[in-house]
């Protein structure tokens, strides 16, 4: 059965390093979503993608967070510097038409900042 | 601004018994309504989606209903097992979101032996 990938599934790093975060969704998903979930509350939403496009930026902190589709397929979050607040679980999920259909989610990445 | 509520936060149940987990949301004008499951430090796994035209979805020993017009979910657990033990989270698609789900902040259920 075809599944999101996400690497690392975990990552430890220092407060004002560079982190990249990695996801490869379903083939022929269109749509690429990028949520981050706080522990003990439900996911949201930082970034979506149609194809190689920006739809949703509207919650990622810009000054910090950059996020990239170049090919359409695979994508790429960064963080830099992080901050000790970007401790989450960072999740990447697809869908196949991004109005209508499901959303499949990756594991996910449990980022911790020292 | 929607919002997505989910009560209890924590529910503790003795194996076999039935169970309905609640989601409310504030903005009717829902697209579809989704229902996932995590397990501890894990992602997401769809259970069911509910479009907004249906007024239920089941899967094995799962039900979920809808009532758009009041804002409410339930999601019907059947004979649980100890497996069942995770956290359930309801998530909505609104018509002008673009596709993102607004999620509630989820109910962690533990059934015991």
Sequence with gaps: ?114 | KQEVTQIPAALSVPEGENLVLNCSFTDSAIYNLQWFRQDPGKGLTSLLLIQSSQREQTSGRLNASLDKSSGRSTLYIAASQPGDSATYLCAVRQDNQGGKLIFGQGTELSVKP
């Excluded at chain 1, 589709?69 to 989450?88: F, N």
């Design chain 1, 1 to 114: 059965e075809a599944e999101v990938a996400q690497s690392p599934r975990y990552k430890i790093t220092e407060k004002s390093q560079a982190v990249a975060f990695w996801c490869d969704p379903i083939s022929g998903h269109a749509t690429l979503y990028w949520y981050r979930q706080i522990l003990g509350q439900g996911p949201e939403l930082l970034v979506q993608f149609q194809d190689e496009s920006v739809v949703d930026d509207s919650q990622l902190p810009k000054d910090r967070f950059s996020a990239e589709r170049l090919k359409g397929v695979d994508s790429t979050l960064k963080i830099q510097p992080a901050e000790l607040g970007d401790s989450a679980m960072y999740l990447c999920a697809s869908s196949f038409r991004g109005r209508n259909n499901e959303q499949f989610f990756g594991p996910g990445t449990r980022l911790t900042v020292l």
